[in-house]
């Protein structure tokens, strides 16, 4: 009797899921995400096989990058070549306009660094009052209609002004505070 309720107590102390796995009962099927193929195994071309180096990268294998570049341009995959441009790419980098300069990167980045300097507390305290926090917002019909009169005109579409929502004016008791 004293053997009958031990065996009970300790089946009772398993989880109900770990006493199904134990005896098999269910089923394990392995993580679909989990599973990665692995290049094949290949002879070394001097026969003379050399000791692994314990945590070095399989030569074999290639990178995860590697693997996706291969998936979305297969002629790398392949080795072709991958001489000039085709002639309707020809045509597009024509019809796109004159190449960026090559300096661009440079550029832009100085331009977002100026874009985003901070007045700074000093200049906060002296002229008590807040740098425009909302950039200006483009009036999207005035826009669309200004785009169409280019269009029937024949005109370029940067001719003109872009039209832009004005914020609203507010009192100077509202302004009184707005340095906080």
Not at 6 to 33: H, K, N
Not at 44 to 63: H, I, M, V, Y
Not at 144 to 150: I, P, T, W
Not at 156 to 173: L, R, S, Y
Request: aromatic share 4%; charged share 20%; hydrophobic share 40%.
């Amino acid at each position: 009797m004293l053997l009958l309720t031990g065996s009970m107590a300790l089946l009772a102390g398993c989880s109900g899921d770990q006493l199904v796995r134990t005896f098999g009962i269910a089923r394990a099927t392995p993580d679909e995400y989990t599973v990665t193929t692995r290049a094949p195994l290949s002879m070394p071309p001097d026969f003379n096989l050399r000791p692994p180096s314990p945590g070095a990268p399989r030569p074999q294998e290639q990178s995860e990058q590697k693997q996706a570049e291969e998936a979305l341009v297969p002629q790398l995959a392949l080795g072709a070549p991958t001489g000039g441009e085709s002639p309707g790419q020809m045509a597009l980098m024509q019809q796109a306009g004159p190449a960026a300069p090559a300096d661009i990167r440079q550029k832009v980045d100085q331009d977002a660094k100026n874009a985003t300097a901070d007045d700074g507390f000093v200049d906060k305290l002296l002229l008590w009052r807040k740098s425009n926090p909302q950039p200006a917002e483009v009036d999207a019909a005035a826009e669309s209609q200004r785009l169409r009169e280019n269009a029937a005109l024949g005109e370029a579409p940067n001719v003109g002004q872009t039209p832009i929502i004005q914020p609203k004016k507010t009192g100077w008791f509202t302004n009184l505070f707005s340095w906080l």
